[in-house]
Nanobody, 118 residues
């Protein structure tokens, strides 16, 4: 059974930084594309960033604007999201997700709250 456990969320002032982590188990981690999504109150879940199996390919939502960096450590079965220059509109629950080869994301973590104060 796939388990994804996020950590690293919290309260930060605008302009600050946070590093989210997602520890994965129950899957061949290096075979999965990993992604981060977020959901703000009253809004739909949206894509934030993704990273391919070998870290050679990364993808970001337009709103990231160079402020976030996704990375992974296949030896530790962990994916990270380094966030800097945070804005109040980045406030959301951030979810880690795993996509098996040739498929959409089918495993999700429980989420970690990120709150950015102005």
């Amino acid at each position: 059974q796939v388990q994804l456990v996020e950590s690293g969320g919290g309260l930060v002032q605008a302009g600050g930084s946070l590093r989210l982590s997602c520890a994965a188990s129950g899957l061949t981690f290096s075979s999965y594309t990993m992604g981060w999504f977020r959901q703000a109150p009253g809004k739909e879940r949206e894509f934030v960033a993704a990273i391919g199996r070998s870290s050679s390919n990364t993808y970001y939502a337009n709103f990231v604007e160079g402020r976030f960096t996704i990375s992974r450590d296949n030896a530790k079965n962990t994916v990270y999201l380094q966030m800097s220059s945070l804005k109040p509109e980045d406030t959301a629950v951030y979810y880690c997700a795993a996509a098996p080869p040739e498929n959409w994301y089918d495993s999700w973590g429980q989420g970690t709250q990120v709150t950015v104060s102005s």
